[in-house]
């Protein structure tokens, strides 16, 4: 690194210089989008072993509404159970008695520092906190195992929630081969 340098600024990014020298002697400048680094999460948030709910919100990105997993920033305090916990019950209404970490994914690293935690959400209940979107959401409930039949819509499309969903339905796949091999 020989040199960093703040290039822009904006409400919720910022937006760095990086004078680089790699080990062959050769130097570049990047360009990299920074925030808050107070992390993130994202729900595969599950109301039964054989369903995720999915929230329908609008992408400014994309200037369109899309399907995607809840998600939100860690508040400061929050540990990222927490921050899980109340984003659902934001964005689902519903909260989580088991919340479990599945996987860390990231997004464009070449451009972006962000990480976005992944969690798994089962044994749910209604509740409702009030939350920062500025309409209510609209929560649908789909098939784990219809992914080839979600990617198939135009509004679902988020590679971190793709990711997400697989990670979740592999990982429950093997439990339930695991429980039936403990069961013979």
Do not use: W
Not at 108 to 131: F, I, S
């Amino acid at each position: 690194m020989l040199a960093r340098k703040s290039v822009a600024q904006s409400r919720l990014f910022q937006i760095e210089s990086l004078d680089l020298r790699f080990s062959n002697g050769e130097e570049r400048q990047f360009e990299r989008l920074t925030g808050a680094d107070r992390g993130a999460v994202m729900m595969v948030a599950m109301p039964d072993p054989d369903h995720v709910l999915l929230i329908r919100e609008y992408a400014a990105g994309f200037e369109d509404y899309v399907l995607t997993l809840p998600k939100g920033l860690v508040d400061p305090g929050e540990d990222i159970i927490t921050a899980a916990n109340r984003e659902l019950m934001e964005e689902c209404g519903v909260g989580a008695r088991r919340i479990e970490p599945l996987v860390e994914l990231s997004l464009a690293p070449n451009y972006m520092r962000h990480r976005m935690q992944v969690l798994l959400a089962t044994d749910l209940y209604p509740k409702r906190l009030p939350g920062d979107e500025p309409e209510p959401l609209i929560v649908e409930t789909h098939a784990i195992e219809e992914l080839p039949a979600l990617l198939l819509r135009e509004d679902f499309h988020e590679a971190r929630a793709i990711a997400a969903l697989y990670i979740a339905r592999d990982r429950l796949r093997e439990e339930k081969r695991n429980s039936a091999t403990d069961l013979l």
